[in-house]
Structures are given as structure tokens and as C-alpha cells.
């Protein structure tokens, strides 16, 4: 199967690819501070270049720390919990 | 065309002729030809109003044909023949001929352009739909199918009385758009009923619990009917709640939350539903042209991702025996062709440029921009986050790749499954790179360009930098095998309560009553009895001979009636609330 000979040749490769994923980041944030000049939007946060960078990232952090921290404070029950 | 055919009728009566189809080959013929038949009905639909009947000085009317209601049939439709041909190879009549009830009854209630049609169909679905999750045949779903079914007669009573309230204050049950300003009781009472099937929070908990207790092919159709009717018919009568706005939103952040730490991947997915239905919520909410659009577009599109979606989580307990994340892992080598597929559904439902949800869910975004809410806005692209965090990323990566714990040598699917999801697959990928093919769908006629420079940032910087994060945190984000308390611990520990109050407080009173009442009650009656026996020998007898006849034909009918099976309870209890409502109507 072809699939199978992409996902291993990129498991085995996975430095290059984290390396091109890096710069494709970066290339993202540029682009973005490109097209906010001269750019005017609604909100505050629609003339911050690279806001969504930053409310993406810190969005995802927040999400995971507190969605697990809740559930091991007193969400999270065995399985047979109901019976 | 200026006949009518309703495309119900294909599901109630088609799926009736299959047990009597020997041939298994003739059975998927009908199965196939059940959902086509009514995707050629559909496309020669002209808009009007059809099928009006005049019951009791109401008018009933079962073929309201418009845009909004042309939009849900179309994908309706569409789904209804895929989740044909991915349950094809299910062996067991009942459970093909539940599946076409509860399509046949979703489209009814699609069409229904009074609120008893809505109602009578709004039942039917609830009673046929519950049989997809009884068909898994295992103690957990059995419970759970009760379980769904009680929370939707609360729902459905709601509803009707919410219903009985409204004609007792206009005089008709026409169900057409209601203004927020003229809501009362009666309206909202009705936007009560149709919450509970949106998954609105708090009354969501009965989805999470029964939909991965479900049928792996049960689970496909329940996650498109179900919730897109209610979204259909909040979208009719109550754009512009500002309740809905906000509940919407926080379903839509809700819903992510709960799907990052679950680890049954029909759970996760059952929590991205609440998610994503929270966005359509929060698009009726709205209220605006363009937030309405983005609604039926986001519930087109969405029916055919998480159906997808389902396909795959379904594909892999078919095959491995097993949903949880826990014991799962490097599907990738043995189940190739799902994963690619379960990967576009995610693709799809995390809003990536070229599938569905971009253009679909950016409509209600870009709508909570236009009217100026910065914090709505804000929190629904938190929960696309989210989506792409938990469906995307956690469960793709701990299914598929991590650790190869695969517990049996997994293979693909039957082939019937590979096909259907194939198909959905394609159409999320047209519908993202044509998105005019869905827009021209739409109820409002609205300019809308997904595809701008800024929204491909926007999202792309969006869900780029949420992959980031989770490959710095993956360690943190390993699922546990845990379940996770949620609002249905209400009613599961709340009905425990009761039971233990019944044990401890109402049952030894009960007792000592009892033997008061043997002991004291008893020998005092039989006292009074022996005069009354005399008294009744010599008075009354002679007087109404014929009374204590008639008490003992009615002690005989409700003997009858006491058969303590279920089906009897419930067709009776059906067959009561018939009349009541009958004779309600008459009184009104």
C-alpha cells in the first residue's frame, strides 16, 4: 500500500519534517503581518497582525491544562462509577 | 410538478416490505432504493404548501415545502442513502426498519408546517430511534436506551405542553416564526422541547450517554437526525433568541471541553456533536440573514463530517471490538483507508481551507463579527481549537499512530462500509472546494466569500498553531481510562436517591403501616364488614344489582392492561396521549 510507504518514509524522517513545519510557522506569521498593512478591521483584534498565532496557541494551551486539570480534580470517575 | 408526494412515505412503507424479502440480495436492493427513490422525490419538489388537512377545525400540514425546509431534506436525504449503504451488511430487519422510521419521521417533522405534525413525527423518532441503541444488545445500552428514551418523553411533554398553552392563547397551532418580544410561557415552554433535542446545555447530557451506546451503523444515523431537526425547527420559529446566542456558544465551548478529555472515541465525537450543534444555536441566536444561512449550511455540512467521523470510530470498534483511545493504536498499518477517511471528516469538522466546515462554520463566525460580538466570536473560534485539538489531533493520533496496541490483527471493513465513507468523504472535500454548491441551498440569498486572505490566515495561523501545541503537550493529553461525570449524574445518582430514600424512609413505613394495618385495620374491617355485608345483602343489592358487575368488568380491563411488558406500556401510553390531546383540542 502506498500509504503505508509515505506515513513510515515520514516516521523515519520525522527531523526534516519538523524543520519544514517550523518554517512553514513562520512563513505563516509573516504572511499575516502582510496583509495587515493597511488592512482596517472591526475589532481591536482584527488589526493585530498575528493575533490568531497567539490566541491559537495560548487558546490550546489554556484548554488542554484546564479541561484536565478539572477532570483529575473531580470529573474524572472509574469506569464501573454508575454500576 | 404541482403534485405532491411525501418523502416519508418511501421510509414507512419501504422498510415494512423487507421482512418480507427472502433474498439478501433483493433486501440491499430495497435498501438502497428507499433513499434514492426519495433523493428523486426531493429534487422534483416544487416550493408551495401541500398535503393541508383540516382535523377538528385545525389545519394540518404536512407538506410546508420552502427553502429551509428544502435545505434539510436535501441532506437528509443524501445522508439517509449513505447510512443505507454503510449498515447494509446488518443482518436484523428491526433494525434497518428502525433506521428508515426515524429518517422518514425526521423528514416528517421537516416538512410539518403545523405544530401537531411536528409533534406526532418529534414522537415517532424518539420511539424509533431508541431501538438503534437497544440493538447493540449489551446491559450498558439497554440502560442507556431507556435512559435517552425518558429524557426525550420529558422533552416531548415539554413540547406538548408548551404546544396546548400556545392554542389555548391563539387559537391555532401554526407554526411559524415567533417574535422574542411576544414570547411567553407557551413559546418558551416549545423552545424548551426543541433545546432537549438540540443537546442545548443543561439539557444535553441524554447524547453523550446514549450515542456511544449505540449500533456501530445506529450511531451513524442518530448523530445526523436527531439534533438537525431541532436545529431545523429552532431555526423556523426562534431566530433571533438572544438565549440561544448565548447558549450556543457555550455549547459550542462545552461540547470541546468534555471531548478533550474523554476517551471513547464515539464519546469524543458525541461531545464534538453538542459542539458543533452549538454553533447552529448560537447561528439562529443570531438572527441575522447571513448567521441563519451559516445555521443550514453548518448542518449540511456537518451531517456528512460527523457521520463520516462516526463511520470511522465505527469502522474501528467493527473491527477491533473496542472504541477507547486506551486500547488503541497504530490502526495506521491495518486500517489505512479509514484512517484517511476519519482524517478528512476531521479535516473537515476542525474548518480546514478546502473541506466543508471552513465554508461552513466560517458563515457563523464571520455573522458574530458583523453584529459586533467580540466575546461570541472569540469563544467559538476557542472551541474550533478545541475541535481540531481533540478530533483532529488526540483522537487521530492515540487511534491511529502512538503505540501499536491494536489488541487483534485489525483489517479494513466490509467493503460496503469502505464505499459509504469514501463517498461522504468526497463530498466534504466538493463542498469545500464549491462551496456555491451548498450556498445555492440557502433559505436568504447573502454574499458570502469564505475564501478571503484574511480568513485563510485567520485559520490557518488558528489551527496551525494549536498543532504546535499539542505536539510540545501530547504527553499531557494521554487519554485515561475514566469516564467523566457530566449533568446526566442527575439523573443516574438522582434516581439512585430516590430509590435509596424509597429503601430507607418509604419502604420501612410502608412495612410498619402494613402490619398496623394487618394487625389493627384488618380485624376492624372484617368488623365492618360483617355489617356492611348484611346491610348490602339487604339494602343495596336489591337497589343497584348491576354495579358490582360493572367493577368487575373494569378490574378485568385493567388486568388486561397490567401486562408489564414495555411495548404494551408504551403503545398505550401513546394511545392515551392520542386521545388526551384529542379531547384537549375539543375543549379548546
Known sequence: MNVLKYIEALKNNLNTLKKVLIVYLIILVIYDILIHIGAHGHFFVDNIPGFWTIFGGIGCFILIKVAKGIAHAFLSKDEDFYG | M????????FYFIGSLLLP???SEKAKKFLLLLIPSLSIIDVALMQEGVYGAFNFLNINLIFGRVDKLSLVFAWVFVIMAFLGALYALHVKED?????????????LGAIFGGDYLTVFIFWEIMAFSSVFLVWYRKEQKSIDAGYRYLLVHVFGGLLFLAGMMLYYYKTGNLAFERILPTNAGVAEYLILAGFSLNAAVIPLHAWLPDAYPEATVEGAVFMCAFTTKTAVYVLARGFPGFEVLAILGTAMTVYGVFYAVIENDMRR?????IISQVGYMVAGVGIGTELSVNGACAHAFAHILYKALLFMGAGAVLYMTGTAKLTKLGGLYKYMPLTMIFYIVGAISISGFPLFSGFVSKSMIVAAAHEEGRLILMLLMNLAGIGTFLSVGLKVTYFAFFSKDKAPIKASEPPKNMLWSMGLTSALCFIIGIYPDSLYVLLPYNVEYHPYTLSHLSEMLQILSFTGLIFFLLVKKLAPEEKINLDMDYVYRKGGRAFMFVDDMVISPIDTWWGNLYN??????LF?????????DRVVIDGIVDGTAFSVRMVGFLVRKLQTGRVQAYIGLAVFILVIVIWIALRMG
Open chain 2, 268 to 272: 469524543v465525537l458525541a461531545y464534538h
Open chain 2, 2 to 9: 404541482d403534485r405532491w408526494l411525501h418523502p416519508s412515505v
Open chain 2, 527 to 535: 368488623l365492618k364488614a360483617r355489617f356492611a355485608s348484611l346491610f
Open chain 2, 94 to 106: 428491526g433494525h434497518h426498519i428502525a433506521a428508515n422510521f426515524y429518517i422518514g419521521s425526521s
Open chain 2, 20 to 22: 418480507f424479502i427472502k
Open chain 2, 519 to 524: 394487625t389493627v385495620g384488618l380485624k376492624l
